[in-house]
T-cell receptor
Framework: SQELEQSPQSLIVQEGKNLTINCTSS?????LYWYKQKYGEGLIFLMM?????EEKSHEKITAKLDEKKQQSSLHITASQPSHAGIYLC?????????????FGKGTKLSVIP | NAGVTQTPKFQVLKTGQSMTLQCAQD?????MYWYRQDPGMGLRLIYY???????DKGEVPNGYNVSRLNKREFSLRLESAAPSQTSVYFC??????????FGPGTRLLVL
């Protein structure tokens, strides 16, 4: 199975600052999913990347998958308190006849007003 | 659409008791999954069902059983709960190799 490392484990930023969260895989990523989780709640899907070099944006959040398809970054511009939560990356764990995701351990983001 | 729903939201059990966690989705998805989330461990796959009538073990299946009751419903059973099964349990569903959509979770405390 794939190993997924997220960094940093936690992050505290001042409101208005930019930040980046990284997700690195030990193997090629066939699909990379970013989710956000608020404390005590389920995971909310943010974005999915499949192609090397692909970049997607939604509001102030941009996700990229590098050309070699082994690392993804999530960038938040001008952070707001509403961005606080735990961000998880999930990797397509391709296998014959199966479809599973392997998840990183998450990055806890706190945004100070 | 409600998406993925889970019941109960919270449960306290004594060691050795049994219980079933229920999950249902209204998105007509073929595949359904059960994960557990523990501090410092992230999300780990317990069991999954690629399609109605099939189930397979994930990374941490010991102590659990599942039933894919129909296309909509996928239940997780703890036959004899142990403190190590204290966790937050999430159900998810997907269509083919698409995005997995998650339920709100069940918080389980085993004393």
């Amino acid at each position: 199975s794939q190993e997924l490392e997220q960094s940093p484990q936690s992050l505290i930023v001042q409101e208005g600052k930019n930040l980046t969260i990284n997700c690195t895989s030990s193997k090629t990523l066939y699909g990379l999913y970013w989710y956000k989780q608020k404390y005590g709640e389920g995971l909310i899907f943010l974005m999915m990347l499949q192609k090397g070099g692909e970049e997607k944006s939604h509001e102030k959040i941009t996700a990229k998958l590098d050309e070699k398809k082994q690392q993804s970054s999530l960038h938040i511009t001008a952070s707001q308190p509403s961005h606080a939560g735990i961000y998880l990356c999930g990797a397509d764990n391709s296998g014959a006849g199966s479809y599973q995701l392997t998840f990183g351990k998450g990055t806890k983001l706190s945004v100070i007003p | 659409n409600a998406g993925v729903t889970q019941t109960p939201k919270f449960q306290v059990l004594k060691t050795g008791q049994s219980m079933t966690l229920q999950c249902a989705q209204d998105m007509n998805h073929n595949s359904m999954y059960w994960y557990r989330q523990d501090p410092g461990m992230g999300l780990r796959l317990i069991y999954y069902s690629a399609s109605e009538g099939t189930t397979d073990k994930g990374e941490v299946p010991n102590g659990y059983n599942v039933s894919r009751l129909n296309k909509r419903e996928f239940s997780l059973r703890l036959e004899s709960a142990a403190p190590s099964q204290t966790s937050v349990y999430f159900c998810a569903s997907t269509q083919g190799r698409g995005t997995q959509y998650f339920g709100p979770g069940t918080r389980l405390l085993v004393l």
